[in-house]
């Protein structure tokens, strides 16, 4: 069965959905997770990439180890409380800078994770990697994407030849003795606990004690198609699906990214919304304090009604 396609009129104004209704917001709660766009460039060019992340896809450029410090200042002086700093990209390993980065973050006494699919651009990093796992140990955590279980699925989003590649470097990590996460998705019409039990028998196989009945150590996505129809979120919303607006990702996250051309980065309110206008916030973290409005299919799909959040 084909899916239904987006609604033309809804998600058109920041307030009010197409029937009228208040639209959602969501409030900072706290600042707990800020997140670092290093570049969307990439070594894929997955079918289905949330950012559209390639290795011709520049709109975000590379950030800069003194960019991110602004950042992680300021989180010092404003007495932010944040506890962990993500990277994502793109492919972070890309960006030559990112091993100080992780330095500046981890130096700092804040716990780290990067996002990668652990082919070649981390390969030529594992001896600054090696050393940051011996100075800061499990305060660095990195996610493998593995989109899922079973090879022939994985690589129909992320290409020929790429499965290898990627366990190759999972299992690099798990017995070099980094924390190690896995993230999958949601794109086969099996149920919860049948995908977990198949990346359980998958990390058995390999023999790499990645605990798979853990939503933070195997984190599933919902598939997310912002053509495909969803419903707004309202007010209303929260108590009919007994929901807290805290529990979104954007009550306790920002992203920073830095568009090409651009002469100093911004802060967005979400790691799956980079281009919206609507949701950059400003170029400090004092400025994007500010409630968001849930006005994109993806705040419905992935955070209300998917209920995932990228710093699981």
Request: with cysteine.
């Amino acid at each position: 069965m084909l899916p239904v396609l987006l609604d033309p009129t809804k998600f058109q104004d920041a307030l009010l959905t197409a029937k009228g209704e208040e639209r959602a917001h969501v409030a900072l709660r706290s600042l707990e997770t800020l997140w670092f766009n290093t570049g969307t460039l990439c070594n894929l060019s997955c079918q289905n990439c949330y950012i559209e992340s390639s290795p011709r896809n520049d709109r975000l450029a590379y950030l800069s180890a003194a960019e991110v410090r602004v950042y992680l200042d300021e989180i010092k002086r404003d007495g932010h409380g944040t506890k962990l700093i993500g990277f994502t990209g793109g492919e972070p390993f890309m960006n030559r800078e990112l091993p100080a980065m992780l330095e500046d973050v981890l130096s700092r006494g804040l716990k780290a994770m990067v996002l990668t699919n652990a082919m070649k651009p981390m390969h030529r990093m594992k001896p600054a990697l090696l050393g940051l796992l011996a100075r800061y140990g499990r305060n660095l955590t990195v996610r493998v994407s593995v989109d899922h279980y079973d090879k022939t699925l994985h690589e129909k989003e992320r290409g020929a030849h790429t499965w290898k590649p990627t366990i190759d470097g999972l299992v690099w990590l798990a017995q070099s003795g980094f924390d190690v996460h896995v993230a999958g998705r949601h794109f086969s019409d099996e149920t919860d606990a049948q995908v977990r039990a198949g990346y359980a028998r998958l990390f058995a196989a390999l023999g790499i004690a990645i605990d798979a009945a853990s939503p933070v150590s195997l984190v599933l996505f919902p598939e997310m198609d912002a053509r495909v129809d969803v419903p707004e979120i309202t007010t209303a919303c929260w108590g009919i699906l007994k929901k807290s607006p805290d529990s979104v990702m954007c009550a306790s996250a920002r992203m920073v990214v830095k568009r090409k051309g651009a002469t100093q980065p911004a802060v967005v309110a979400c790691t799956l919304l980079p281009y919206d206008p609507q949701f950059e916030l400003g170029n400090t973290l004092a400025e994007s304090v500010g409630a968001v409005r849930l006005n994109h299919p993806h705040c419905a799909k992935f955070c209300v009604l998917g209920g995932a959040a990228c710093s699981q």
